[in-house]
């Protein structure tokens, strides 16, 4: 088995100000993000999915510590290949942004430089992690952009983010995220603004690189049914907090937490034809309403199965086999 190549622990972040704005009644921090862990190990590709609003996101940038200002980290450690992020100083970090650990967006137009042709943001990369040469910077800027599957690279390197198309601008940032050969890529959301033939394209191309470069992933997603078609293992986020995690195939197939089950049985599919899909009833907490029942478990106001300790005690968890497990008072009754 492959060793960790991520290992979070305990991760708590906050949102407004250093310390996180406080619940008048409490006194404590709002959380976006609870004290959660997972790992990832080389090579893998692992699944954060969950509703707007859960926390999916600021996960995914608190790793290379790209929190936007107001949201800071206050529990916890992330430790990648051995070495903790948070004990490493700026300009180290830095270095490893990139070259280690990349990132692909949701929105290439938001996140791309509108100024700059594509080629050059691509070879600004490379330039940026020491390559010097610029005939070698301009021929792996030519060859990554073949290696992600656009056509005539030359042609395509000279023109502007707004000149490309949706899926083309997709690729650029993925060659973008790997020119450098790093070993965790983090996807958030990369295919959610595409249609679906496009999308299809996207998630082939992120496995072949997975495939073939050995490159861990990271891929945040509201939809369970497209993570189950790429990742290895899942984790499902509700309002901070990790709720169910395991293999894919038994988190699809076999769902223990109610919001698990709610989620997968919202997805449509042709064995339940003529069926009604779930409807989870409420929304997602605010931090403000989340501080309410901050002990507790936070899908328990919107959870028909709640009892009187949901409201009061976030469950331990419970091992359902050496993958999977749930936090859910639940959890034995359900499984088997």
Known sequence: MAANLLQVERLSISVGG????VVSDTGKPLLAVDDISFTIRAGEIVGIAGESGCGKTLTALSIPALLPEGVGRVGGSIVFDGVDLGALPPHELTARRGKDISMIFQEPMTSLNPLLRVGRQIAESLELHGETDRALVRQKT??????????????????????????????????????????????????????????????????RINRERGVAILFISHDLALLSRVCDRMLVMYAGKIVEEGAASDLFTAPVHEYTRGLIGSIPDRSRKGMALVNIPGKVPSLEELGGIRDGCPFAPRCYAAVETCLTHFPKPTMLNAHHRVHCVHAGARHG
């Open 18 to 21: 250093g310390a996180g704005r």
């Open 142 to 207: 030519l060859d990554i952009m073949r290696q992600v599957g656009l056509p005539d690279p030359v042609r395509l390197a000279a023109m502007y983010p707004h000149q490309l198309s949706g899926g083309m601008r997709q690729r650029v940032m993925i060659a973008l995220a790997i020119v450098c050969g790093p070993r965790l890529l983090i996807a958030d959301e990369p295919s959610t603004a595409l249609d679906v033939t496009i999308q299809a394209q996207i998630l082939r191309l992120l496995r």
